[in-house]
């Protein structure tokens, strides 16, 4: 059984760092397309940044430049460092990951092209 397990959220004051890290278990990812997205109360959940099968990155605009996703397949984990961090960056943090390999050039944005779920982590940027 595949799980995908968050760590590293927390409270944080603005312009601070924090780096997320999503550790995958059950089988390995290490050609599958990974992503974070996030969710504040009452709002979608919003894309933030995603990496394909051949380590291409694609990020949200709002995030472009403060936020970097990285991996590392030997450990089956992909993080999520944050910096500069902003009030509105303040939301749970989604780490997905695709069952099969998507042989796109470029990283999937969408929920919807992603199969598998972490539990999410509370990110909260205070001002």
């Known amino acids: 059984q595949v799980h995908l397990v968050e760590l590293g959220g927390g409270l944080v004051q603005a312009g601070g760092s924090l780096r997320l890290s999503c550790a995958a278990s059950?089988?390995?990812?290490?050609?599958?397309?990974m992503g974070w997205f996030r969710q504040a109360p009452g709002k979608a959940r919003d894309f933030v940044a995603a990496?394909?099968?051949?380590?291409?990155?694609d990020y949200a605009d709002s995030v472009k430049g403060r936020f970097t996703i990285s991996r590392d397949k030997a450990q089956n984990t992909v993080y999520l460092q944050m910096s500069s961090l902003k009030p509105e960056d303040t939301a749970v943090y989604y780490c997905?990951?695709?069952?099969?390999?998507?042989?796109?050039?470029?990283?999937?944005?969408?929920?919807?092209?992603?199969?598998?779920w972490g539990q999410g982590t509370q990110v909260t940027v205070s001002s």
């Open positions: 990496m394909n099968w051949n380590d291409n990155t």
């Open positions: 997905a990951a695709e069952r099969s390999v998507d042989w796109s050039a470029s990283a999937p944005r969408s929920p919807v092209q992603y199969d598998y």
């Open positions: 059950g089988r390995t990812f290490s050609r599958n397309a």
